[in-house]
T-cell receptor
């Protein structure tokens, strides 16, 4: 009965590789998000989708590409991984327009070597 | 200067103490104020949110917003070791503003 799930939980890879992180929510929410949390715990929005439509694209390198096949899924693909991409990536979801009630997934710890 | 400032801690208190966690902010357009709890190696979990100024209570937790001072607080009464976590404040503007701005979190340790 997990609300927001992410796979994988851990990802260790070499610089230059391409990787994907998957996110699924079973809450019936219309809005999904990707956040990046750095080593100092600072949580920053990367992308936001409403019903498969991109509505927020913060200043994120083009190497990051989100894809939403349906409103319950939001995946994140990262090309040409760099050392600075090492972080914890969180997926979240909320009812449409209700950002104040976001539910987060468990996170994906990405380490780029 | 960051839009939302939060003392990173760690804040260590004995079990049973009243804990006060705080955030200050600079953007007067913020209208919604959230508190999240994040255990080590877990995702943030929404504790409470309030709209505009005032207090809101939920069990041992009380959230307080003072918009005139641009200052919000989370009080935890009768703190327990299970409250040990990082507490993140988050804010957003009114009118369906489409992103949250987070503080960097305060690490709390409640000791036996």
């Amino acid at each position: 009965d997990t609300a927001v799930s992410q796979t994988p939980k851990y990802l260790v890879t070499q610089m230059g590789n391409d990787k994907s992180i998957k996110c699924e929510q079973n809450l019936g929410h219309d809005t999904m998000y990707w956040y990046k949390q750095d080593s100092k715990k600072f949580l920053k929005i990367m992308f936001s989708y409403n019903n498969k439509e991109l509505i927020i694209n913060e200043t994120v390198p083009n190497r990051f590409s989100p894809k939403s096949p349906d409103k319950a899924h939001l995946n994140l693909h990262i090309n040409s991984l760099e050392l600075g991409d090492s972080a914890v990536y969180f997926c979240a979801s909320s009812p449409l327009g209700a950002l104040e009630t976001q539910y987060f997934g468990p996170g994906t710890r990405l380490l780029v070597l | 200067q960051k839009e939302v400032e939060q003392d990173p801690g760690p804040l260590s208190v004995p079990e049973g103490a009243i804990v006060s966690l705080n955030c200050t902010y600079s953007n007067s357009a913020f209208q919604y104020f959230m508190w999240y709890r994040q255990y080590s190696r877990k995702g943030p979990e929404l504790l409470m949110y309030t709209y505009s100024s005032g207090n809101k209570e939920d069990g041992r937790f009380t959230a307080q917003v003072d918009k005139s001072s641009k200052y919000i607080s989370l009080f935890i009464r009768d703190s327990q070791p299970s409250d040990s976590a990082t507490y993140l404040c988050a804010m957003k503007g009114a009118g369906g503003g489409n992103k949250l701005t987070f503080g960097t979190g305060t690490q709390l340790k409640v000791e036996l």
